[in-house]
């Protein structure tokens, strides 16, 4: 099961890039949706999470600039990144903790990676 995200860039220090990826129909329950990056030798972090109920939550280095949201209409989870930094230039990776055929338990699939490059 391959999750499609797309919308990374370069883009300059203080400019904006929208991520988008999208979540095949597939999956019999879904859990959370999640967005993670990981910079050049450094390990995977969680960047924000959205839940089934709706509830956020955000790495505290993009408190207050990225936002997360879900567009159940076409299965999409959308990462809205602003006042970019050289900081945040990372392969960008979409994540949903989801249950794939009524197994009852929950796994990590991953989308293959949009790369940001915030240029100073």
């Known amino acids: 099961v391959q999750l499609q995200a797309y919308g990374g860039g370069l883009v300059q220090a203080g400019g904006s890039l929208r991520l988008s990826c999208e979540v095949p129909e597939t999956f019999y329950s879904i859990k959370a949706w999640g967005w993670y990056r990981q910079a050049s030798g450094k390990k995977r972090e969680l960047v924000a999470r959205?839940?089934?109920?709706?509830?956020?939550n955000y790495a505290e280095f993009v408190k207050g600039r990225f936002t997360i949201a879900r567009d159940n209409a076409n299965n999409t989870v959308i990462l809205q990144m602003n006042s970019l930094a050289p900081e945040d230039t990372a392969e960008y990776y979409c994540?949903?903790?989801?249950?794939?055929?009524?197994?009852?338990?929950?796994?990590?699939?991953w989308g293959q990676g949009t790369q940001v490059t915030v240029s100073s």
């Open positions: 959205i839940d089934s109920g709706g509830r956020r």
């Open positions: 994540n949903v903790e989801a249950d794939y055929a009524g197994a009852g338990y929950y796994v990590d699939y």
